[in-house]
């Protein structure tokens, strides 16, 4: 059963950057979409980011929230069978928890995203915390 584990969140100052893992650990996952989420101390969830699977070399498909292009953008190394959130100019509203997760589908949904992944997603990672400081 695919686990997903997150890392690399921490405390950083206004405007530095960051980027987080997610890794599913003895599982290669570069066939499934990978969603990334967040969720700010006393909000809901919100989707972030989504990378969609590999299923031909070189597949890039990828997808960030409306709000959120231009500062955060979503990889996949496959050799090393990470997905990456690079998040860059980092507010303090962007304090939270991130998630990944999947629906073990291939492609990447907006509804996904759009909804939090809420009845959406298969599997959660247990989260990661970056915090902002101004």
């Known amino acids: 059963q695919v686990q997903l584990v997150e890392s690399g969140g921490g405390q950083v100052q206004s405007g530095e950057s960051v980027t987080l893992s997610c890794t599913a650990p003895?599982?290669?996952?570069?066939?499934?979409?990978i969603s990334w989420y967040r969720q700010a101390p006393g909000k809901e969830r919100e989707g972030v980011a989504c990378?969609?699977?590999?299923?031909?070399?070189?597949?890039?498909?990828?997808t960030v929230v409306d709000s959120l292009k231009g500062r955060f953008s979503v990889s996949r190394d496959v050799s090393k069978n990470l997905v990456l959130l690079h998040m860059k100019s980092l507010r303090p509203d962007d304090t939270g928890v991130y998630y990944c997760?999947?629906?073990?589908?291939?492609?990447?949904?907006?509804?996904?995203?759009?909804?939090?992944?809420?009845?959406?997603?298969?599997?959660w990672g247990q989260g990661t915390q970056v915090t902002v400081s101004s």
């Open positions: 990378h969609g699977g590999t299923v031909s070399p070189g597949d890039t498909t990828t």
């Open positions: 003895r599982y290669n996952f570069e066939y499934y979409a």
């Open positions: 997760a999947t629906d073990l589908d291939h492609g990447c949904r907006p509804q996904n995203l759009m909804n939090g992944g809420v009845g959406s997603m298969h599997t």
